[in-house]
Every structure is written in structure tokens, then in C-alpha cells.
């Protein structure tokens, strides 16, 4: 076998790093004066870009059709999601920033977990190259949380789905012309929890119950925020007298 096993010694080592990684640049954001760490943020988004653009030049030098490396896959989406945030100002920071950390931000360790890149050995460039990103990918709303560039809230619930229409729309209509599978809007990949669901919603019903359990997901992430938050302030009140 060329690839690697999920859960394999690696991928678990990789695993346990993740945390140590982000936690890292999660103190140098909180640690470093407000300009730096804003300068550090906007690196690392543009990190992603060029790491996306020279991942995707190998693989079509490789042989690859470059067609099925557009960067219209959700963890795709966040480079982008990521550079809004990053360079934007005001509202727009505050949208892009939250949907990064309520939408990209699962999605992407949801990929450290279960990744697609498998197919090659465990420490070549393009499975080295995919965990750096998507470590990357998680980390970087946990730096713009520390930097104040948006408070989570339950009224922003639907901020998540927002994005999620106004980027499906025109993909979904890319995918019927190319016959391509961006964001697994025509079909749900093998072995995964979407062709869980599509065994028993059928297709598209899937995505609705991929709705659902995004839905979940938003409310054990606001529930952590408004719980942290909650702790925050009490630890911060004076003591009583």
C-alpha cells in the first residue's frame, strides 16, 4: 500500500501536534503588540493562498486534471473566508471572521481526521502540504478570536448559512456543467458521513441532513463561546467584600 492508514501511528503523532500548533499561534496573537499580531494574521492567510496555488502547480505537473484542483471545496472556500477576515475592516471582518471559526474551522479538522490525501505515503509533500494547511485553517479564527476581530454570538447563527447558500448557488451550477463534484453537492463521496446519509435521505436529501448536523455543530460552538465567556466575566468581577 502507497498511502497511509487513518489512525496509523503518523496520522495520530499529527493529531496530537495540532493542538500544540495552534495554541502556539494563538499566544503569539495575544502575546505580540496589536500590529504585529494583525500582521501575523494576514501572513498566514495568505500563507494558505500560496500554499493552495503551489500545491495545485505540483499536482497538475504531475499529471493531474486541473479541473478537479479549483479551490471550491469548503476548506478551499476558507483560504478565502480567511483573507476577508484578515484584510477586511468593520462588519465584514466580523462575518468572514465568525464563518471562519463556526464553518471552516470544524470542516477542517474535520479533514485532519478523516483525510482525503490518504492515497499517498504518510510523509511525501502533498499529505505534508494538506495537514500543515489545514492546521492552518483551524488555527487562524482561534488568532483573530484572541485579537477581538469578532464575538461569537447566538444571533449570528445563520451567518454560517448565509455562506454556505451564497457559495452553493454558483458552484452547484458549476458542478451540472463540468459534471465536477465541488463541495459534494451532487453526490456524496463513498465511505463518509454524507453517503451515511444519502443511504437513507437519498440525493440531495443528504445535504439537508448535512444541514442538520451543521446545525448541531454551530450550537455546541456557540454553547462553548457563551460558556467560556460567561467564566471570562466571573473570574474577572472583583471579589466581594
Not at 105 to 130: D, I, K, Q
Request: charged share 15%.
Amino acid at each position: 500500500m502507497d498511502g497511509f492508514e487513518l489512525f496509523c501511528k503518523g496520522h495520530v503523532a499529527i493529531l496530537f501536534i495540532y493542538p500544540f500548533f495552534a495554541a502556539a499561534l494563538v499566544w503569539l496573537a495575544v502575546k505580540l503588540p496589536a500590529k504585529a499580531s494583525d500582521i501575523l494574521i494576514k501572513i498566514c492567510s495568505i500563507e494558505l493562498l500560496v500554499c493552495e496555488a503551489l500545491q495545485d502547480i505540483q499536482l497538475t505537473y504531475e499529471g493531474g486534471d486541473f479541473m478537479g484542483y479549483l479551490p471550491l471545496h469548503l476548506c478551499n472556500l476558507g483560504i478565502f473566508v480567511n483573507l476577508l477576515a484578515s484584510f477586511g475592516k468593520g462588519r465584514v471582518r466580523e462575518f468572514f471572521a465568525e464563518v471562519s471559526m463556526t464553518l471552516i474551522a470544524p470542516g477542517s479538522v474535520f479533514a485532519l481526521v478523516t483525510p482525503e490525501w490518504n492515497y499517498r505515503p504518510l510523509f511525501s509533500w502533498l499529505p505534508l502540504m494538506c495537514f500543515f494547511t489545514h492546521m492552518l485553517l483551524g488555527a487562524l479564527p482561534l488568532m483573530m478570536y484572541a485579537r477581538g476581530y469578532f464575538k461569537p454570538s447566538f444571533r449570528h447563527f445563520y451567518y454560517s448559512y448565509v455562506f454556505l447558500i451564497g457559495a452553493a448557488v454558483p458552484i452547484y451550477i458549476f458542478d451540472r456543467i463540468t459534471r465536477c463534484n465541488y463541495m459534494f453537492l451532487l453526490r456524496a463521496p463513498s465511505d463518509t458521513p454524507l453517503s451515511w446519509l444519502e443511504s437513507f435521505m437519498g440525493n440531495p436529501g443528504y445535504l439537508l441532513g448535512a444541514c442538520g448536523i451543521l446545525a448541531v455543530v454551530l450550537i455546541v460552538i456557540y454553547t462553548a463561546f457563551f460558556l467560556t465567556g460567561k467564566l471570562i466575566t466571573k473570574l474577572k468581577a472583583p471579589a466581594a467584600v
